[in-house]
């Protein structure tokens, strides 16, 4: 059976199918921009593509990307919009303690923006002292599917923004949404003070840009969802063998 | 102009438009039960259908649907997940926030579903004062558009759930996403102490559906989603008015 | 026995009460304009009032109102002052808290300010998740009651402040307090915008008065005080059964 | 001119008497026990009672008093109900900020409950630091009027609860609620750790007296008040002369 | 025995000690003016050695001190820094929570600056609600030490700041750290409004000084220090008692 | 001139400092297990040593530092205490108005704990918001340097933790602290759930250690203290440019 996407799915088929442990995925996003080719959903249209790939052969409730982060760095982009840190986490907690009273076995958080990392850490910190077992996930392995699978150079090591690694999953996922006539690349260069004080990228990125877009393709980006769900896959075998679940 | 859905929208032409005085409008959802005819997202889905018929002729900035909101009284029937009230009146105010600074003239908040109406008009408020002008709407005048357009009769007045009236909506606007083999009517009995005690809805009504979605077509969808859009104008124009703003 | 009125009642009294299950029953006023022939206390006096009418016969503790509430929308009229909704809530929460703990069988919280209504209720869940059952009543019937005792039409459809309805219920509770020579009619003309953007109610309504308070009787009051608290009979009859309480 | 009442005076009054610099008083009070022979209301009985005495000669406004105050550690004694120091310290922060945008001069917080007195001094330092002057004052010389005056001896130095003091002043505010024949002298022994710990009075009072209140007079109780409100009239000579303000 | 202190003891002799029940002493300071003569951390300096003088005895854990505390009205001072209550409270709280669930017996929060005192006494009652028992002292018996030993008199009754009881316990604990050179009296003034609205000391007192450090010597500190210890201990004999615990 | 450390400097020496622009200094620490032969204090040890190193040629305000962090996932080794991430955040955010107020130029927060870094980035951010410069630094380059003078391998790629790196800077900080024949390597195995749920460290790891303490040495401890110092000049020099203070 495939996931239950909540998309296209009545409650009463989420009451049957959590007569048996059954976990759920959330996957979250931003609102941020992405260079002059993608739109500003690029992260919740990913994270959901790779959520359904993880969901589907777990018979997993997919449950709606939230499509709002934490993307402060971007806010000089107009079109960039957050949610503070603790609006984030809050958000989350709230949809895994509604989890928690369904009967949900697990809840698996799949995070397609950097800014998300730490309220998605500690919501996970907070569900699980309330008995909600979490997984949190970044793109595991993308490091390395992006050295195997690129033609271009990252803008910095780990660092996939609005590049060939992202421009080819959207094309995997949501062609109609790219505009690859509009793709150039950016290889900006970091000041000294990045990282170390609070910093607009535009500052220095007028284009938004980080690698080089150009070299995207759709097959690349079913490669990286593919190689991202394989990469996740032990670790939720993990995960269920921890928390005392089939699978 | 039509309106700038982010979903499809690079940041570049956010820029573009602001150059002249916009608006945004933000729709929001909720992930609640809506019978098992219809899917867990209808609040959202319509609330965005709507909200893009209101904003394309203001060549407004259409946001990405808030798709979780307050659903408490649902919880009983799996897969209705809620935020809290303070969870969301703070998002709102989050995504107002970052809109005020990027420009944005003014905010049109388009709401999809009761619970999430205070939080609403507690976030525009909030928003209000700091200098983000914000109109506040549920369906303006879905009522009467209801007792024109419908065949059969709410279970409750001005209770639109699952009914004739969102299925239809549905159907304009999602046919794949409506089992209309699985619509059934459902009229309970409202128990005495409902609206005086925090009560589940699921208490008193197995099947989550109130009223009749059997009659449910999509021209009358499309003809709930123009006439809210019409009865929308008017507000808008004094809205904008108000503002000082062209329109 | 009457209700246990905490302004005349020593806390022997309420432990030997306790013996038995007991309701306590809470006013919520707020110290809001209401017009020039009544006092800015209005709201709390009639809520205490009714709120007297319906612990009396039911044994009950009677609390001291909370006089403030969220008047927000009055606050162009000097000498209105609000809580801010989420003071307001915590004021209840905290208040019930300790009626858990004190053995209270179940509160019954009695609103007399409309904008009191969305707290109160949040207030109301907390409560109930923690143990104590919540009945929060808004003035039952009170439509109903207008229709029959009220010579002058309201200003709006349920809209009463400063007419003849709490005028009447005034001039029964504490006409000491009301000034009828100043009493003057006013039906002001609705802006579009009322309802949809954070609005004072100044704006449209120099005076305050929404109606006629003119033929605002005593009589009429305590008729209307009467009938709410029939009105509510039932529904504390009902609350009364739901949590195995007798009555 | 005396104080403008808010429980007797119309918004339009208030706003008459702002054309001038002019003060507001806000008593706090508790909900709280005081012995078998006073009602649990005492505390903002008497912050009402001293609060107008001292509002009468600067034509200051006089707020509803604030019932509901912190009386954690008379928890033990059915009857008390408290908010939480933060809900406290936040509802007189709202009332202040409503007074500061009405146009008031400067708040006078009347304090009849020990308890209060921390959260009503860190509202006085936000509102101070949002504009508005803050006098905030328990009962001043209490203890010098205690000694003078009374026929009893307190049970630990300066504290006056449901005593002679306090007694006395509810004789000459509200004698109606004092039941003198039920009142009955304790005077407890402090255990070695009280003040060190969290604990509940009732776990070394079984009354909740302290001290003797049976020479309590009504004529005492005048006495109180008004040497309260001349040791207080100094006080805000300098608050005025401090906020160049006439008196 | 003595106690393990955190800044020389690694876990693992933690772990060994709580084999058998044993308190935690929390020292509480501040980082505030004191003037010419002392440092600004004197308020922690001194906390963390009478800490450890109540410490050794009970072999209990002498944790690092709060250097931070709310030290509002020294704010015009440069140098001084303050945590506001409600962080000081929830640092407390936190800290305790850990205490609690690594198995301490009981906290003794020891406080050496008054503005600390609430938030200290706050987060105890939450602690001791939670199922941590805690002690909360300033200096006890510090008045009556102060009359024996000081050859100087306070500012005001019991008020010693950078005074000859700071100053010689400072000589005892840190000796290297105060300048008897710079020590100088100050007796300002107290003006009318001090204790009854938000004001800062330098208001008044130019150099931070209140009393008259000179006399001040290292024995007379070391006697502050043990005579603190000695009026301790039957406090903690009380409580230790109270809680069950040997001792 | 030296930094001015608080531990020695009083508030005339703060106020005479500020008359030209100056920088503060804050550590971060935390109360944390380090194996055992460290004790548990070693961040904020590390980090006020390191603060030193950068204060000095600054002539900047060494402010004590904050021995308290969030050490969550040390949490299951007893001694190890930990503020939530919020209240860590808070409280800089506190000190750091505090810096404003004062009139300091700007913060450099130096963080000893890996746990500390999001709270510290999201106060920073607020607090130049607020106006108040802020650079936030973990040990810059630290990674190379280990790299460079180490004679062990690290656990995990930069990860130093009661390691040879740890020790070394304790053995030229604090020497008497150390228990260098306690000292034993530890390579554990991370399971592969590590980083992906909230796990202790504990669960996988008996001794705390991380990496090979033994051939720690005070030199090397020296050089890793002034290496940083050394890669945090330019950091600091691009910092005082970018907000035009001299330097």
Chains 1, 2, 3, 4, 5, 6 share one sequence.
């Not at 979250?28 to 739109?39: C, I, K, M, S, W």
Request: glycine share 8%; with cysteine.
């Amino acid at each position: 059976m495939p996931a239950l996407d909540f998309a296209t799915t009545p409650w009463t088929e989420v009451e049957a199918r959590l007569a048996r442990p059954t976990l759920a995925v959330l996957p979250l996003g931003a609102v941020e921009q992405h260079g002059a080719h993608l739109p500003l959903t690029v992260d919740a249209d990913l994270a959901l593509g790779v959520a359904r790939a993880i969901a589907d052969p777990l018979d997993a409730l997919l449950l709606p990307a939230m499509p709002y982060g934490d993307a402060w760095n971007n806010a000089a982009y107009p079109g960039t919009l957050s949610l503070s840190p603790a609006t984030l986490q809050a958000a989350i907690v709230d949809i895994g303690e509604g989890l928690r009273q369904m009967g949900v076995a697990g809840l698996i958080i799949l995070n397609g923006h950097f800014g998300n990392h730490e309220p998605m850490l500690l919501a996970a910190r907070r569900l699980s002292d309330a008995g909600l077992p979490c997984l949190h996930l970044d793109y595991p392995g993308l490091g390395d599917l992006a050295a195997v699978h690129c033609d271009s150079t990252p803008a910095a090591p780990h660092f996939y923004h609005a590049d060939e690694v992202e421009t080819s999953m959207m094309l995997a996922l949501r062609p109609d949404a790219v505009r690859m006539e509009a793709a150039a690349p950016s290889y900006p260069t970091f000041p000294p003070l990045f990282g170390s004080i609070p910093m607009q990228l535009r500052e220095f990125n007028p284009t938004g840009v980080f690698g080089d877009p150009r070299p995207a393709t759709a097959e690349k980006g079913h490669a990286f969802i593919a190689g991202i769900a394989a990469n996740t896959a032990p670790i939720i075998s993990a995960f269920l063998h921890r928390n005392g679940l089939p699978g």
